[in-house]
């Protein structure tokens, strides 16, 4: 199971190909024909890819996630892929909480029953207020494996 880890506050998320999915989502369907990261080097490429997100970079970070929260609207929930590798993959979590739900920004639902932009949010309004590094965490993974947060500025 992963999570947003910040300080001491771990916030659930699921499998880690949930997460996967989800970031494999916002490149399939929001930066077509671009680079990984290029439209939203903060999500995909800090948090994501480097597995931390500095608090001096918080504020656009939300403007990333609310771009996409927005923009998965109008993105029918049938389109979700679960592989941008494999995209005849199905989904490997109980689907049956989503399946009624219209589009993107409604399908990716944790295990908790919360909606994974609820979690980014609530995480990086945490980070912000205590000035702390948000950080993609497996529960599965021993502390050295993990990314480093940054020194409480």
Same mark, same amino acid.
């Given at each position: =199971?992963?999570?947003?880890?910040?300080?001491?506050? /771990?916030?659930?998320?699921?499998?880690?190909? /949930?997460?996967?999915? %989800?970031?494999?989502?916002?490149?399939?369907?929001?930066?077509?024909?671009?680079?990984?990261?290029?439209?939203?080097?903060?999500?995909?490429?800090?948090?994501?890819?480097?597995?931390?997100?500095?608090?001096?970079?918080?504020? *656009? &970070?939300?403007?990333?996630?609310?771009?996409?929260? @927005?923009?998965?609207?109008?993105?029918?929930?049938?389109? !979700?892929?679960?592989?941008?590798?494999?995209?005849?993959?199905? &989904?490997?979590?109980?689907?049956?909480?989503?399946? !009624?739900?219209?589009?993107?920004?409604?399908? /990716?639902?944790? $295990? @908790?029953?919360?909606?994974?932009?609820?979690?980014f949010f609530e995480a %990086?309004?945490?980070?912000?207020?205590?000035?702390? @590094?948000?950080?993609?965490?497996? =529960? %599965? *993974?021993? =502390?050295?494996?993990? $990314?480093? $947060?940054?020194?409480?500025?």
């Open positions: =199971m992963v999570g947003l880890k910040i300080e001491n506050d /771990f916030y659930l998320i699921g499998t880690a190909e /949930f997460l996967i999915s %989800f970031f494999d989502n916002i490149h399939y369907h929001l930066e077509r024909n671009k680079h990984w990261g290029e439209r939203y080097p903060l999500l995909l490429n800090s948090l994501y890819t480097n597995g931390k997100l500095c608090v001096s970079d918080i504020d *656009k &970070a939300v403007e990333e996630l609310l771009e996409i929260k @927005d923009k998965f609207k109008a993105i029918k929930a049938h389109e !979700a892929i679960w592989d941008i590798n494999d995209l005849k993959k199905v &989904a490997l979590e109980t689907t049956s909480q989503v399946k !009624a739900n219209s589009n993107l920004a409604e399908y /990716f639902i944790t $295990p @908790d029953g919360i909606n994974i932009f609820d979690i %990086f309004e945490i980070s912000k207020i205590y000035k702390w @590094d948000v950080i993609i965490w497996n =529960m %599965f *993974k021993s =502390m050295n494996d993990q $990314p480093k $947060p940054s020194q409480n500025k």
